[in-house]
């Protein structure tokens, strides 16, 4: 390898510098480094709020890379391997860096990049970073995947995590940089019409926001977080989501930061600790079984009657956020106003969703895959199949969340109502309000509208899956 040829970086969901092998050991060669992002068909077809919120994040990192003296080039193209293969001839570039994506399409594509660039010559490799224990690393004792969540826990909390690497202490430029996309030109925030104005002060974009709400959650919070994260109507969780989805912050960095609370006698952070392995359960048996992306994961379960028509009155009303039951319909609006939704209330809907109103989950998968911005894949298609039952370690299918109980268990005060339910109040809070900003117009609703009834009484609806379950032989 050349000294003076520069190395392409590839971003992808790893908007950061900090805790970045592919940066890191690219830096560490001294040769220049162009930065890269593709828009190719995989981003191009990304829904609506998560193509917006990757817009925002590649226009920060944009900046942050500006300020390192270096810049970020956008390119975009039908495949990333053809605007690759420009880059090279433009920049005489012998080498390409990036960090692993798991789902089983970018999977295909990135081991098309890297056999296609080796045979040019082009020293292609992938690293680790978007993961703390790599898929297929992780095996039960008979040498097969996990199926169950408490099993791989086991199995990998002692692991060793690796340390987080330093942001590199310089980025050398090339001579001359190759031509960038205008990102204004790939509209990334298109589909969100009106919403993006409404959900943007929600959004903590980049790297130092990501390590501000870590080192705030794990100063303020963690200690009860046990009990807090159940309650959607406080400040209780870590909000992070958004930022790992995106690769603002790496699991590492959240890992140690969590080992370290927990040493500190701050018993909540086991909880913590727990959920990152949950999302790393995922991404094990995403790459294990890629069929949980889109079929229902147990066996007979495919076969069960679900509806499926997304235009019918109970999908209409759940999308909505007018299903009268307050505890789905605050939960939904949530969404629709910060991009985000808090997770007791992402099992309530799903749970109202597939049980209740006996919809299939991969109507509530697809919503959710429009509507968050912190979407993930993986974790998405594994939430979903969970709640109705029909994937792995999932809630039994006779469990049914009673969504009123729940908001007494859970919102005794109905502050999280509150927030977010405007119709019947007097006074509505200013979120509330500005869920009718954010909706689409053709939805015709007002605050001034009567609160409905519930499309599925909650005691009705659990009798009624039970008894779908029962003729289905479960």
Same mark, same amino acid.
């Given at each position: ?21 592919? &940066? ?24 609506? $709020? ?10 920060? +990192? ?16 039908? !495949? ?31 081991? $098309? ?19 703390? +224990? ?17 099993? &791989? ?12 690497? /330093? #942001? ?21 925030? %298109? ?17 130092? $926001? %990501? ?56 018993? =909540?952070?086991?909880? &913590? ?8 359960? %995922? ?6 079984? #890629? ?62 969703? !597939? ?12 919503? +959710? ?18 709640? /109705? ?11 049914? &969340?009673? #969504? ?13 109502? =509150? ?27 007002? /605050? ?25 032989? +479960?």
């Amino acid at each position: 390898m050349s000294d003076t040829s520069p190395i392409l970086i590839w971003l992808r969901r790893d908007l950061r510098l900090s805790d970045h092998p592919a &940066f890191h050991t690219a830096c560490a060669t001294g040769q220049p480094v162009i930065p890269v992002y593709i828009l190719d068909d995989q981003y191009a077809g990304l829904a609506a $709020a998560p193509k917006y919120r990757l817009g925002l994040g590649i226009g920060h +990192f944009a900046q942050v890379l500006e300020e390192q003296g270096s810049r970020l080039i956008l390119r975009s193209g039908d !495949t990333a391997l053809e605007v690759l293969q420009s880059l090279i001839r433009e920049t005489g570039a012998s080498a390409v860096y990036w960090s692993r994506q798991y789902e089983p399409d970018a999977v295909a594509r990135d081991s $098309a990049v890297k056999s296609a660039l080796k045979e040019q010559g082009i020293d292609a490799r992938s690293f680790g970073g978007h993961l703390m +224990f790599e898929p297929w690393t992780v095996e039960t004792k008979l040498g097969g995947y996990y199926k169950v969540y408490t099993p &791989f826990w086991r199995s990998v909390k002692n692991r060793d995590v690796e340390v987080p690497l /330093a #942001p590199p202490s310089k980025l050398h430029a090339p001579d001359q940089w190759p031509a960038s996309d205008d990102l204004a030109d790939w509209h990334m925030d %298109a589909a969100m019409n009106r919403g993006a104005d409404v959900l943007r002060p929600f959004v903590r974009l980049g790297e130092q $926001a %990501a390590q501000a709400r870590l080192d705030a959650f794990l100063d303020n919070i963690v200690a009860g977080y046990n009990t807090t994260r159940d309650l959607p109507g406080v400040d209780g969780t870590s909000n992070l989501s958004e930022n790992l989805a995106l690769g603002e912050i790496s699991p590492h960095q959240c890992w140690h930061a969590g080992w370290r609370a927990l040493e500190e006698g701050k018993s =909540g952070a086991e909880i &913590f600790l727990k959920e990152l392995v949950w999302r790393e359960f %995922a991404y094990h048996l995403m790459h294990h079984t #890629p069929r949980i992306l889109s079929i229902s994961w147990r066996e007979g379960w495919e076969g069960f009657d679900w509806n499926t028509d997304e235009q019918s009155a109970e999908v209409i009303a759940w999308k909505q956020g007018r299903t009268g039951i307050p505890f789905v319909d605050a939960a939904m609006r949530e969404m629709y106003v910060t991009g985000r939704m808090h997770n007791r209330g992402r099992m309530i809907v799903a749970s109202y969703l !597939t049980k209740h109103l006996l919809c299939h989950w991969r109507i509530g998968q697809k919503w +959710f895959e429009e509507c968050l911005i912190d979407w993930d894949a993986a974790s998405n298609a594994m939430g979903w199949q969970w709640s /109705a039952g029909s994937g792995p370690d999932a809630t039994p299918y006779f469990r049914v &969340f009673n #969504p009123v109980t729940q908001l007494d268990k859970f919102d005794k005060n109905r502050d999280y109502a =509150g927030r977010w339910i405007a119709e019947g109040r007097s006074d509505p809070h200013s979120d509330a309000l500005r869920y009718f900003d954010a909706i689409p117009r053709s939805w015709d609703i007002a /605050a001034s509208d009567i609160y409905p009834k519930p499309v599925v009484d909650a005691a009705d609806g659990r009798n009624r899956a039970l008894q779908a379950y029962k003729t289905r032989g +479960f």
